[in-house]
């Protein structure tokens, strides 16, 4: 079993102190408690430091398995959701290109930059967009692509995409999304309204159908039509 995040101290995560790294441990058993096996996705969760994503007055609790606000309406979602999707997304394979809908804070982006090739992420507010590119910058992560639009739209140019994650609710599955899914790839993504919603795993087999399977209740922003400023 790799468990690289039980190595204290870690050296990655070096000059944020003891505690720190004492409480993303306490996390990390969380979510093992929860029912998170793959070692790639635990690991990813330790070592992304989830406090450079939130607000400064809140980073006492970014360690929290909870959702907490970046502001502008929008949330960052619980650790547990994070690695739950991820996890159902790589299904422990190799995955080169992922494409996600909902950059927001960019946590997630960063969780799947670690174990992907490339990361595509779309974002249709700016403000917020641009505040995780800055993020990304300062942790390095070169392989994020980002793009300020409306992810109903998916991004053409750079499909089919080996796995799509989406990060807010739409009514039901787009299509173009599903269109920009390579054969055998795997899409990530909740779906209902307000009051309701749950977390679909669609699978596209080799004859392009899709395979649909319900995975957990769940509460997610809406997924908006176009873009905000
Ligand atoms: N993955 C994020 C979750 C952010 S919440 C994280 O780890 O923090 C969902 C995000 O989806 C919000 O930032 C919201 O603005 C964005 N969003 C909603 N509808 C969208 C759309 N049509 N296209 C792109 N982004 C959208």
Redesign the pocket.
Known sequence: MIQSYAKTPDPRIVGIGMTSQRTRERLIRRLEAEGIKDPRVLDAIFTVPRHL?VDEALSHRAYEDTALP?G?G????QPYI?ARMTEVLLAGKQVNSVL??????????AVLSGMVQKVYS????KP?QERARERFRQLRLNNVFLRH????EGWGAQAPFDAILV??APPSVPQTLFDQLRCGGRMVIPVGDDDSQVLLLITKDEQGRPQRQVLDPVR???????I?N
């Open positions: 994503f970046i502008l929008q949330t960052i979602s994070v996600e809908v909902g950059t927001g804070c960019g946590y997630q982006t779309i974002e249709r507010i917020l639009g409306d992810g109903f990060t807010a997610f922003v809406p997924m908006l039509q176009g905000g």
